[in-house]
């Protein structure tokens, strides 16, 4: 059994509880234009080209069947020019390349592969309480390959995330539930119609599965990506509410605020950039605004990513805890 | 230079507050005189500008700078070249230059005293002309080797000897075995001299606190206090907390102003008696004794533990433990404290630590492997008893406090330049066909040759530094010179442990990997093109292409990749060669991966390497993989690789860790951060150095330092204000924290 997979992330403590590897997969039936991960959209390997580091040698010229790769003189000399209507991503040019500017996005790895690159860090998921999250792309997209992934896991004692969009078949989901400890599940735009026009898909399946989770019993984190423009506004704000208040035993929710990562790898992709935000700052506050407000109404709100800018200052909650016998403080 | 006096009752926090205020300009103002300083921060301050002169000259740790000394001060020559050797003519000047070292009182610190001058910094002619060195140094050379010859201090004294006899009784003790060991009466002489220095030198700072209390009515109780603490010091063993403090103080000054010696052992051990019969008859509460050592950690930098199993295996983690973590805390300056992380070692002391490191972002604490390095010295043959005593006293390294004298954390062999000669041996012989199994056989060879040179620069070192620069400071405080009338470095105490280290690892090992994967696997690269890159520092468009191939093999770090195999192979061939070979006179060495700051440096005297890397820029830091070995930068993979190197004997290769700050709610923060530390050592490691850096905070610093003047990072073993460092470390600091995110990041 293989899956098609275009990143495993060690150390990764954003998806989900304790130190984990995040697993990540090629393919996803939406099509967000602020996806993070495009590379995780297409399923298919791609092949990306970083500009930046290319010594315009040429090796990748002479390796490449297709004749894809091409050397052009600009203005200030050879510059390097690859014609992606040729490309069929064979990866010759990768095998040759020296300066690391070209790679092939996207590998088939075996169940037992991917294990092993998990099971290294097992002793930090012991010692901190993680574990493995399969997310993409998206994973439902791979629902017997994320299933066997899961086995796999569990028979090793790994704590499981799935991140999902929840875009997909209810028996892959199905599948999953029994092993999977929590859902990390996309909530991006509450009116179905905004949904499709943003995500290419409506969200009706997606609303449909989890409630169907949900009354199953699953654990459920619901992750809230805020997009200037798209959905940061008071409809959605009190769509997530309404949600938060008919499933009150959620997990909890993370609001994740839009960031530009996504942008230079659509670069090196060959794609044009789908979304633009000149400043992230706003959508920053807005975040911690909303986090603020669904906090005070009682709603369990876990780390917002737009946290990270007040790094290094001290934060109110923090008290100084102490061991017994230290009495005073100044 | 004191801190301004205000006409209202202080606070001990806003007397803390003026205290890091002062500190901070102090460091300003060295920052301003003495340049660059890539190494501890220390608690040095300058001397009145009417006294200073500016000198060229080389720290306790082998660092070249530019110093300010005393002008008022000029050592007694006892040898034609205007250098002064031996214990008599160091202890006579040493006194002399605290004759005339001004005291230092500030009202709003609860301790007397600062230093202001290197006595090192006088030494002119380092050597003694008479040893003649030159043909070792030029071996030592061959293989880029820092050797042994010349080390100062680098072992742990035993504070607890002087807090039970004092200077008076030290006095004493030395008199008392002059007058039977009479042939060893210039060692004495030395000895006696630095403690009548040492008392009058206190003397001076009680009158100066007498005489400040006239002129400071809100502080005149305190400097009263100060005089008081001090009269009775001159002579008599500390009885409270606070004098404790004050006399750690002193002997931290005068050891730091000697050699350069910052070796403090179980400072939470030490305290703790005091602390707890101050508090029982309610002289102190726990907000003075942290005020009191916020005060001394103010003024000196020392390496110290807390926590951890004494000799009966019982942990010892105390109040005192605690309350030197929170000093630390409140002052967020540059403080080189272990916290013991280990079976049976108290839980809390190891979540208050990472605490710290994840809300003050001073690098503060750094963490310890105890079970490990214990295990590690039992190998040796030593008693378990004794292993456990080993304390945590310098950059990566423990020692026995008062009884080893090991020069750890000095002596270093390039692993690199090692591969660099052997490689270049065997391309110059027409006789082989050159392949990685020649290669590699001729590195060991080489290795052999490196370290049996290092063990006669050990046996050298230990024949002569007596008669040079003895240890006087630290023999005082060690079982056994004084009585034997022998210094440290010359059969004075029980153990003599040297630690050799390699360094440049990974360096080595990456180009292990790339020279197997891209010359001899894959063909890519001839043997003579890769010597061609190497000899001309890969210049030209195909240079670099070259060099761009040969950097992209497989690393060390990456997880079970050519290079991870490369770093077992050859940290496995060290460890070997350190620990079955004895030096000439059969003193045992003990083997360690670390290279202190001395990467940078090492790195500029090397040529390029067939990693990819180009000549003169730093070889890789310590037992650490090279930033970027990973796409992910994860953490957790370089823990791993760190814990498959280990050498295994007692001595460490730490881990450096520079983590990005975390994101989530802080609890879980802490659950990851002590996962990290814990689960590295569940895998064998022995020492975590670790920073929580902004990557953008630390780029805008790396271009305008002056603009973070409060910005502390753990370089390496040490901590500094990050803009006390030269370009080229502050470079090397950022490029460890600068590493690509893969996807999802």
Same mark, same amino acid.
């Given at each position: 059994?293989?899956?098609?997979?275009?990143?495993?992330?060690?150390?990764?403590?954003?998806?989900?509880?304790?130190?984990?590897?995040?697993?990540?997969?090629?393919?996803?039936?939406?099509?967000?234009?602020?996806?993070?991960?495009?590379?995780?959209?297409?399923a298919?390997?791609?092949?990306?080209?970083?500009?930046?580091?290319?010594?315009?040698?040429?090796?990748?010229?002479?390796a490449?069947?297709?004749?894809?790769?091409?050397?052009?003189?600009?203005?200030?000399?050879?510059?390097?020019?690859?014609?992606?209507?040729?490309?069929?991503v064979?990866g010759?040019?990768?095998?040759?390349?020296?300066?690391?500017?070209?790679?092939?996005?996207?590998?088939?790895?075996?169940?037992? *592969?991917?294990?092993?690159?998990?099971?290294?860090?097992?002793?930090?998921?012991?010692?901190?309480?993680?574990?493995?999250?399969?997310?993409?792309g998206?994973?439902?997209?791979?629902?017997?390959?994320?299933?066997?992934?899961?086995?796999?896991?569990?028979?090793?004692?790994?704590h499981?995330?799935?991140?999902?969009?929840?875009?997909?078949?209810?028996?892959?989901?199905?599948?999953?539930?029994?092993?999977?400890?929590?859902?990390?599940?996309?909530?991006?735009?509450?009116?179905?119609?905004?949904?499709?026009?943003?995500?290419?898909?409506?969200?009706?399946?997606?609303?449909?599965?989890?409630?169907?989770?949900?009354?199953?019993?699953?654990?459920?984190?619901?992750?809230?990506?805020?997009?200037?423009?798209?959905?940061?506004?008071?409809?959605?704000?009190?769509?997530?509410?309404?949600?938060?208040?008919?499933?009150?035993?959620?997990?909890?929710?993370?609001?994740?605020?839009y960031?530009?990562?996504?942008?230079?790898?659509?670069?090196?992709?060959?794609?044009?950039?789908?979304?633009?935000?000149?400043?992230?700052?706003a959508?920053?506050?807005?975040?911690?605004?909303?986090?603020? /407000?669904?906090?005070?109404?009682?709603?369990?709100?876990?780390?917002?990513?737009?946290?990270?800018q007040?790094?290094?200052?001290?934060?109110?909650?923090?008290?100084?805890?102490?061991?017994?016998?230290?009495?005073?403080?100044? | 230079?004191?801190?301004?006096a205000?006409?209202?009752?202080?606070?001990?926090?806003?007397?803390?507050?003026?205290?890091?205020?002062?500190?901070?300009?102090?460091?300003?103002?060295?920052?301003?005189?003495?340049?660059?300083?890539?190494?501890?921060?220390?608690?040095?301050?300058?001397?009145?500008?009417?006294?200073r002169?500016?000198?060229?000259?080389?720290?306790?740790?082998?660092?070249?700078?530019?110093?300010?000394?005393?002008?008022?001060? /000029?050592? /007694?020559?006892?040898?034609?070249?205007?250098?002064?050797?031996?214990?008599?003519?160091?202890?006579?000047?040493?006194?002399?230059?605290?004759?005339?070292?001004?005291?230092?009182?500030?009202?709003?610190?609860?301790?007397?005293?600062?230093?202001?001058?290197?006595?090192?910094?006088?030494?002119?002619?380092?050597?003694?002309?008479?040893?003649?060195r030159?043909?070792?140094?030029?071996?030592?050379?061959?293989?880029?080797?820092?050797?042994?010859?010349?080390?100062?201090?680098?072992?742990?004294?035993?504070?607890?000897?002087?807090?039970?006899?004092?200077?008076?009784?030290?006095?004493?003790?030395?008199?008392?075995?002059?007058?039977?060991?009479v042939?060893a009466?210039?060692?004495?002489?030395?000895?006696?001299?630095?403690?009548?220095?040492?008392?009058?030198?206190?003397?001076?700072?009680?009158?100066?606190?007498? /005489?400040?209390?006239?002129?400071?009515?809100?502080?005149?109780?305190?400097?009263?206090?100060?005089?008081?603490?001090?009269?009775?010091?001159?002579?008599?063993?500390?009885?409270?907390?606070?004098?404790?403090?004050?006399w750690?103080?002193?002997?931290?000054?005068?050891?730091?102003?000697?050699?350069?010696s910052?070796?403090?052992?179980?400072? $939470?051990?030490?305290?703790?008696?005091?602390?707890?019969?101050?508090?029982?008859?309610?002289?102190?509460?726990?907000?003075?004794?942290?005020?009191?050592?916020?005060?001394?950690?103010?003024?000196?930098?020392?390496?110290?533990?807390l926590g951890?199993?004494?000799?009966?295996?019982?942990?010892?983690?105390?109040?005192?433990?605690?309350?030197?973590?929170?000093?630390?805390?409140?002052?967020?300056?540059?403080?080189?404290?272990?916290?013991?992380?280990?079976?049976?070692?108290?839980?809390?002391?190891?979540?208050?630590?990472?605490?710290?490191?994840?809300?003050?972002?001073?690098?503060?604490?750094?963490?310890?492997?105890?079970?490990?390095?214990?295990?590690?010295?039992?190998?040796?043959?030593?008693?378990?008893?004794?292993?456990?005593?080993?304390?945590?006293?310098?950059?990566?390294?423990?020692?026995?406090?008062?009884?080893?004298?090991?020069?750890?954390?000095?002596?270093?062999?390039?692993?690199?330049?090692?591969?660099d000669?052997?490689?270049?041996?065997?391309?110059?012989?027409?006789?082989?066909?050159?392949?990685?199994?020649?290669?590699?056989?001729?590195?060991?060879?080489h290795?052999?040759?490196?370290?049996?040179?290092?063990?006669?620069?050990?046996?050298?070192?230990?024949?002569?530094?007596?008669?040079v620069?003895?240890?006087?400071?630290l023999?005082?405080?060690?079982?056994?010179?004084?009585?034997?009338?022998l210094?440290?470095?010359?059969?004075?105490?029980?153990y003599?442990?040297?630690?050799?280290?390699?360094?440049?690892?990974?360096?080595?090992?990456?180009?292990?990997?790339?020279?197997?994967?891209?010359?001899?696997?894959?063909?890519?690269?001839?043997?003579?093109?890769?010597?061609?890159?190497?000899?001309?520092?890969?210049?030209g468009?195909?240079?670099?292409?070259?060099?761009r191939?040969?950097?992209?093999?497989?690393?060390?770090?990456?997880?079970?990749?050519?290079?991870?195999?490369w770093?077992?192979?050859?940290?496995?061939?060290?460890?070997?060669?350190?620990?079955?070979?004895?030096?000439?006179?059969?003193?045992?060495?003990?083997?360690?991966?670390?290279?202190?700051?001395?990467?940078?440096?090492?790195?500029?005297?090397?040529?390029?390497?067939?990693?990819?890397?180009?000549?003169? *820029?730093?070889?890789?830091?310590?037992?650490?993989?090279?930033?970027?070995?990973?796409?992910?930068?994860?953490?957790?993979a370089?823990?791993?690789?760190?814990?498959?190197?280990?050498?295994?004997?007692?001595?460490?290769?730490?881990?450096?860790? $520079?983590? $990005?700050?975390?994101?989530?709610?802080?609890?879980?923060?802490?659950?990851?951060?002590?996962?990290l530390?814990?689960?590295?050592?569940?895998?064998?490691?022995?020492?975590?150095?670790?920073?929580i850096?902004?990557?953008?905070?630390?780029l805008?610093?790396?271009? $305008?330092?002056?603009?973070?003047?409060?910005?502390?990072?753990?370089?390496?073993?040490?901590?500094?204000?990050?803009?006390?460092?030269?370009?080229?470390?502050?470079?090397?600091?950022?490029?460890?924290?600068?590493?690509?995110?893969?996807?999802?990041?």
């Open positions: 059994m293989t899956g098609r997979v275009f990143d495993i992330q060690r150390f990764s403590v954003h998806d989900g509880p304790g130190i984990r590897t995040t697993v990540f997969l090629k393919g996803c039936p939406l099509n967000c234009a602020w996806c993070h991960n495009p590379e995780g959209i297409r298919g390997p791609e092949l990306s080209f970083d500009r930046e580091k290319c010594l315009a040698c040429g090796e990748c010229v002479r490449c069947p297709m004749a894809a790769h091409s050397l052009q003189t600009d203005g200030k000399g050879l510059a390097h020019v690859l014609d992606r209507g040729r490309c069929e064979r010759e040019c990768v095998s040759v390349c020296c300066s690391d500017s070209l790679e092939i996005v996207g590998r088939s790895l075996s169940v037992e *592969e991917v294990m092993r690159e998990v099971m290294a860090d097992r002793v930090f998921y012991r010692q901190a309480g993680g574990g493995l999250t399969i997310s993409g998206e994973p439902l997209m791979q629902a017997e390959f994320t299933a066997a992934l899961l086995v796999a896991a569990k028979k090793e004692g790994l499981c995330c799935v991140e999902t969009s929840g875009f997909g078949g209810w028996e892959a989901l199905c599948r999953m539930l029994p092993l999977t400890d929590l859902f990390l599940f996309d909530w991006k735009v509450t009116e179905p119609v905004e949904h499709e026009r943003h995500t290419g898909q409506s969200n009706t399946i997606i609303a449909r599965n989890l409630r169907e989770l949900y009354a199953r019993g699953a654990r459920i984190r619901l992750q809230c990506p805020l997009i200037p423009g798209i959905n940061d506004n008071e409809g959605h704000y009190e769509g997530i509410e309404a949600l938060l208040e008919s499933m009150p035993n959620l997990d909890g929710i993370s609001i994740l605020p960031h530009p990562l996504g942008t230079a790898k659509l670069e090196r992709l060959g794609r044009p950039p789908a979304f633009a935000a000149s400043t992230t700052s959508i920053r506050q807005s975040a911690r605004f909303l986090a603020g /407000r669904l906090a005070r109404r009682g709603f369990r709100v876990v780390g917002t990513e737009g946290d990270r007040e790094g290094g200052q001290r934060r109110a909650e923090d008290g100084v805890p102490r061991r017994e016998g230290i009495k005073s403080d100044f | 230079m004191s801190t301004t205000v006409e209202t009752e202080l606070s001990y926090e806003e007397r803390l507050r003026l205290l890091r205020g002062m500190k901070l300009a102090q460091t300003r103002e060295k920052q301003r005189i003495r340049g660059t300083m890539d190494f501890d921060d220390h608690g040095i301050i300058l001397p009145p500008e009417d006294l002169e500016t000198v060229k000259t080389i720290s306790g740790s082998g660092v070249h700078f530019t110093d300010v000394i005393l002008k008022n001060f /000029r050592p /007694r020559p006892n040898h034609q070249n205007g250098g002064y050797y031996g214990p008599a003519a160091c202890g006579r000047n040493f006194r002399s230059l605290l004759e005339v070292h001004p005291a230092y009182i500030d009202p709003m610190s609860s301790l007397a005293g600062a230093y202001m001058v290197n006595f090192m910094s006088y030494r002119r002619a380092h050597w003694k002309p008479e040893f003649d030159e043909e070792l140094m030029a071996q030592h050379e061959r293989y880029h080797i820092v050797p042994a010859i010349g080390a100062v201090q680098h072992l742990c004294q035993d504070l607890a000897i002087g807090l039970r006899l004092g200077w008076g009784g030290l006095l004493e003790k030395v008199r008392h075995f002059r007058a039977i060991n042939a009466a210039e060692f004495y002489e030395g000895l006696e001299q630095v403690v009548l220095g040492t008392q009058d030198w206190i003397r001076r700072h009680a009158r100066e606190a007498r /005489r400040k209390a006239q002129e400071h009515g809100p502080m005149a109780q305190n400097l009263l206090e100060i005089a008081e603490i001090n009269e009775h010091l001159i002579s008599g063993a500390p009885r409270t907390f606070r004098e404790a403090c004050q750690i103080l002193w002997d931290l000054l005068i050891s730091r102003m000697y050699n350069g910052g070796a403090l052992g179980r400072a $939470d051990v030490l305290l703790e008696p005091y602390y707890r019969a101050d508090v029982g008859a309610g002289r102190l509460t726990d907000e003075e004794a942290v005020f009191h050592i916020a005060c001394m950690l103010l003024r000196d930098t020392p390496y110290f533990q951890g199993p004494d000799a009966s295996g019982r942990d010892v983690t105390g109040s005192v433990s605690f309350l030197v973590l929170e000093a630390a805390h409140r002052l967020r300056t540059p403080v080189n404290v272990g916290v013991c992380v280990g079976e049976g070692v108290d839980e809390g002391l190891l979540r208050r630590g990472v605490e710290m490191l994840v809300e003050d972002r001073c690098g503060t604490p750094k963490f310890l492997g105890v079970d490990n390095t214990i295990r590690g010295f039992v190998r040796n043959g030593f008693s378990v008893e004794l292993a456990r005593e080993r304390a945590y006293s310098g950059c990566q390294w423990s020692a026995l406090p008062g009884r080893e004298y090991a020069i750890q954390d000095i002596i270093k062999i390039n692993l690199a330049k090692v591969l000669v052997a490689l270049r041996e065997m391309l110059a012989d027409g006789d082989v066909r050159p392949c990685v199994a020649e290669l590699w056989d001729r590195f060991e060879r290795l052999g040759e490196a370290v049996a040179i290092t063990a006669a620069g050990i046996d050298f070192q230990y024949e002569h530094m007596h008669e620069f003895p240890e006087l400071p023999d005082l405080l060690c079982h056994g010179p004084i009585e034997r009338g210094d440290a470095s010359h059969g004075g105490v029980e003599y442990t040297f630690g050799v280290d390699g360094a440049g690892l990974a360096t080595t090992a990456d180009s292990f990997a790339s020279i197997e994967e891209r010359v001899e696997k894959e063909g890519r690269v001839s043997w003579a093109q890769l010597l061609e890159g190497l000899e001309s520092n890969w210049a468009p195909e240079g670099e292409r070259v060099r191939l040969m950097g992209g093999a497989a690393k060390y770090g990456a997880g079970g990749t050519t290079g991870d195999e770093a077992k192979r050859i940290a496995g061939a060290f460890t070997r060669e350190v620990k079955e070979k004895r030096t000439p006179n059969g003193h045992m060495m003990l083997p360690g991966l670390f290279s202190w700051a001395l990467a940078v440096l090492m790195g500029k005297k090397l040529g390029a390497t067939p990693n990819g890397r180009r000549a003169g *820029e730093p070889i890789s830091h310590g037992a650490n993989p090279n930033p970027g070995c990973r796409k992910d930068g994860a953490p957790t370089i823990a791993v690789a760190v814990a498959e190197v280990q050498p295994g004997y007692g001595n460490t290769a730490p881990l450096q860790l $520079d983590l $990005d700050p975390c994101t989530q709610n802080s609890a879980q923060d802490i659950v990851n951060v002590m996962g530390i814990r689960g590295h050592f569940d895998l064998g490691g022995t020492q975590i150095n670790a920073n850096v902004d990557r953008e905070q630390i805008e610093a790396s271009e $305008d330092p002056g603009r973070f003047p409060e910005l502390v990072v753990r370089v390496t073993g040490f901590s500094a204000y990050f803009s006390s460092l030269s370009p080229e470390l502050r470079r090397f600091v950022v490029d460890r924290v600068i590493c690509e995110k893969g996807a999802g990041a």
